[in-house]
């Protein structure tokens, strides 16, 4: 593959300044909210990888499967093998990130992600069939065929040589290692199902192992808000060796799951400024909902907070609602905006 290096340059110094930022800004974390902000943004990208996959599981499930794992104290509850298998790989990079990768690693990552899959002809190995491996579209009479991966008896060889260059590819900035690391894999498509979420599991070891540290940067939720023009670009570069366009996408994607980071932990780190400034001055009905709105997370209830919402909430009246949203507001723990009935309150951080 071929790149122009300096249409990169200024990407790579933005994402290590934004990498120093924010390990800044986890220094004012308590170790219990870190513990927390580990827990969510593992599950999140967790639920968003297997989202892009059009996959759909519980976040509730994703969180308490991770806490066991790390060994802390979760509800019971039933948690399916799929969202068991995909928290168990997530789990796994952020514990590993530093080791070599090698055809072991992968292989165990695909038994966890296909955990209770009855369908699929190879787990834990790479595919061994005879029909060629092919992202297609339209009808069944005249498929367009977009891109077609190596034969299955080609995998073993390619992959020990993709392993073999993400080993020894440490000289090259952290971005453009990530990017070629995921193009690289995906364009082997060396598993018979899985690959799209192990190649973006791929991209972060070697982000981690980049910095020293787990990421956790939220790459699966960019991805996910925006999952046509991911697709777009990963098809756009299947046909040629020149992959400059790739990897500026990438790299803008990273810093923009950056940039969301950065939010939750700002997030977070205002959550417990608000609680030390306002928790004693709270009525239990506005104590319930200022805990509604942060569980919304960084974005906040779509639209802002209303009094209708205030009502259901809490089950109380129209007057007792307004009454304690203008005492929100006179404390300056809600900020109001618009008027009459387009009022809305939102959460002063």
Not at 1 to 28: C, P
Not at 108 to 115: E, G, I, N, Q, V
Not at 150 to 173: C, D, R, Y
Not at 281 to 308: I, Y
Request: net charge neutral; with cysteine.
């Amino acid at each position: 593959m071929s790149y122009d290096a300096s249409r990169l340059a200024d990407y790579e110094k933005q994402f290590l300044h934004k990498a120093g930022v924010l390990l800044g800004s986890l220094k004012h974390v308590k170790d219990a909210d870190s513990e927390l902000l580990k827990i969510e943004l593992i599950s999140d990208e967790a639920l968003k990888t297997s989202e892009i996959e059009g996959e759909l599981l519980n976040r509730h499930s994703l969180q308490s499967s991770i806490r066991r794992q790390f060994g802390l104290q979760a509800d019971p509850q039933k948690i399916t093998p799929a969202e068991e298998g995909i928290s168990e790989m997530m789990v796994d990079l952020y514990t590993t990130y530093h080791n070599a990768l090698d055809h072991a690693q992968l292989f165990a990552w695909h038994k966890m992600l296909t955990k209770g899959r009855k369908d699929l002809q190879q787990i834990g190995a790479y595919r061994s069939h005879n029909d060629p491996m092919q992202v297609v579209s339209g009808p069944l009479h005249r498929p367009t065929i977009h891109f077609e991966a190596p034969p299955s008896a080609m995998v073993q060889k390619e992959m020990t040589s993709f392993i073999e260059w993400f080993n020894t590819g440490g000289t090259l900035g952290a971005l453009t290692r990530a990017g070629i690391a995921h193009l690289y894999f995906e364009s082997i498509h060396p598993f018979e199902d899985g690959n799209g979420r192990i190649g973006r599991v791929i991209s972060e070891k070697a982000l981690s192992q980049h910095l020293g540290r787990p990421t956790l940067i939220a790459i699966s939720y960019t991805i996910e808000r925006e999952r046509k023009k991911y697709y777009a670009a990963l098809q756009e570069n299947t046909t040629s060796l020149e992959v400059t366009d790739w990897l500026v996408y990438f790299c803008e994607m990273v810093l923009q799951a950056q940039d969301h980071t950065q939010r939750m932990v700002d997030f977070l780190i205002g959550k417990t400024q608000f609680y030390h400034a306002f928790a004693n001055r709270l009525n239990p009905r506005q104590t319930k909902v200022v805990e509604r709105m942060f569980r919304e997370g960084v974005d906040g209830f779509k639209g802002g907070l209303s009094a209708e919402k205030y009502m259901r909430i809490t089950g109380t009246t129209s007057s007792t609602a307004t009454r304690d949203l203008q005492q929100l507001g006179a404390m300056g723990a809600l900020v109001k905006t618009g008027e009459l009935k387009g009022t809305r309150y939102w959460i002063k951080m």
